[in-house]
């Protein structure tokens, strides 16, 4: 049986390990080395991997790639991009190489402001409090001015506190519903500070005043917390050409192509099983280059999917049109991502994929990633309506499957030559594998 451990977080690295390897890994020495197989020879970078987060044992490699020939406003790019999914980088560079010849990609950022809320219970007359919320919001704003300073030389800062009547929704629910621009930080520890400040402010000046004494109510704040919808922090990405240059090298049929191509977007706005699916498929750009450039994937992922569903219903983030023989394929996202401060300034890859992207403005990294997204989408679409997804994906994913078998290289390289003619499945390979190893 096994018993709680206390203590652990203060054991050493070795302890750690030798503890887990006693009690969940069977003393394994293999699982052992596996775990010290991925520390950096580098003991420096190692430390600053394991202070990143804690109880750490070892580092979890995902592949970093990039996809290039991006030209976005005008502008070539090779986008960095973290992951382990096979064919999505490939994807990404095939529809960067697909509109180069086409336009290239445009991105315009629609505006960047962030939500953060404190949230607390007022069970008196709503009138006493909005009166308190227009003495006090004076000092709210100044109270935090020692937060703010750095900020506000940059450019950013609180814009605005509202107080916000939500007892519709639960008795004596309000919020200070508080909006601020953090220009090119993500800004998410800047915000949870302002708002703590808020709520001890608010609190505070609440206890001492006799309107709340006299009516024997006062407010009770719950919690302070930056949202991670950004409705009002919103990218568009969008390509655009006639109808007739959406001919490719396999010289299909554009306008049967872009029938097919808006069907497909229409069945992912109308039918929630398949905007998942598809809305998946664009995560699977947008995290990527999220992740490279070291920022919140969870945060991102979180936002954006409600976006998706802020009308009530779960639809695609992406939609197409023709008209006048123009296609036109675009996506509004919400995107609160920085390029300072985090782990932007830390971690040594991290640093490499914002110079490989030309150390881009938090403005320019969102349209970079709206533009991933797109592009991954554009690429998902294309194979789904055309060939399947299976044929291209399969040939990535085939070594994956060699890998699984311990493919030599030899084998791996004549295996490579065999699947180019043919269909790669897992028992196919499999098959071919054994042939060559009678
Ligand atoms: C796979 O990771 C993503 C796709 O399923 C996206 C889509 O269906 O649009 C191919």
């Not at 309107?211 to 704040?221: A, L, N, Q």
Request: proline residues 3%; aromatic residues 8%; glycine residues 6%.
């Amino acid at each position: 049986m096994i018993t709680p451990v206390s203590g652990f977080s203060k054991l050493s690295k070795e302890e750690k390990i030798a503890w887990l390897s006693n009690t969940y890994l069977k003393n394994s020495p293999q699982s052992e080395a596996v775990l010290r197989q991925y520390w950096h020879p580098d003991s420096g970078l190692q430390q600053l991997h394991e202070e990143f987060t804690e109880n750490t044992l070892s580092n979890f490699y995902l592949p970093f790639g990039i996809a290039p020939n991006f030209e976005i406003n005008g502008k070539l790019f090779a986008i960095p991009m973290a992951i382990e999914e096979s064919s999505v980088i490939a994807a990404a560079s095939k529809a960067a190489k697909f509109w180069k010849t086409r336009g290239g990609f445009k991105a315009t950022v629609i505006n960047t402001t962030k939500i953060g809320q404190v949230h607390f219970i007022f069970k008196g007359n709503d009138s006493l409090l909005q009166e308190f919320f227009a003495e006090i919001k004076p000092q709210l704003l100044e109270g935090v001015s020692g937060i703010t300073r750095n900020m506000e030389k940059r450019g950013g800062g609180v814009l605005d506190i509202e107080l916000r009547n939500r007892t519709h929704l639960m008795e004596g629910y309000y919020q200070l519903h508080c909006k601020f621009e953090t220009k090119d930080s993500m800004g998410a520890n800047f915000i949870n500070s302002c708002l703590e400040k808020f709520a001890e402010i608010f609190k505070d000046s609440a206890s001492h005043n006799e309107k709340f004494s006299d009516s024997g109510t006062e407010p009770e704040v719950i919690m302070s917390i930056l949202s991670n919808f950004v409705p009002e922090c919103i990218v568009r990405a969008e390509v655009s050409c006639p109808v007739k240059d959406l001919e490719d090298e396999k010289n299909r049929d554009a306008t049967l192509f872009a029938n097919k191509f808006l069907t497909a977007l229409k069945i992912a706005e109308i039918e929630p099983y398949r905007a998942v699916t598809h809305n998946k498929g664009i995560m699977n750009g947008i995290d990527a280059v999220v992740l490279a450039t070291g920022n919140d994937f969870r945060a991102v992922e979180a936002g954006i999917h409600a976006y998706a569903s802020k009308d009530g219903r779960y639809t695609s983030l992406t939609h197409a049109s023709v008209e006048d023989g123009i296609f036109k394929f675009w996506m509004e996202i919400p995107l609160a991502v920085g390029t300072v401060g985090g782990l932007t300034n830390l971690h040594p890859l991290v640093k490499v994929a914002l110079e490989i992207l030309q150390k881009p403005s938090a403005r320019e990294l969102m349209e970079i990633i709206a533009v991933a997204g797109l592009a991954q989408n554009f690429a998902a679409i294309k194979s789904l309506v055309t060939t399947g997804i299976q044929q291209g994906h399969m040939k990535m994913h085939l070594m994956n499957i060699l890998n699984q078998y311990n493919a030599t290289p030899e084998e791996k390289k004549e295996l490579i030559h065999y699947f180019k003619k043919h269909t790669v499945t897992h028992s196919s390979v499999e098959d071919q594998l054994e042939k060559i190893r009678r």
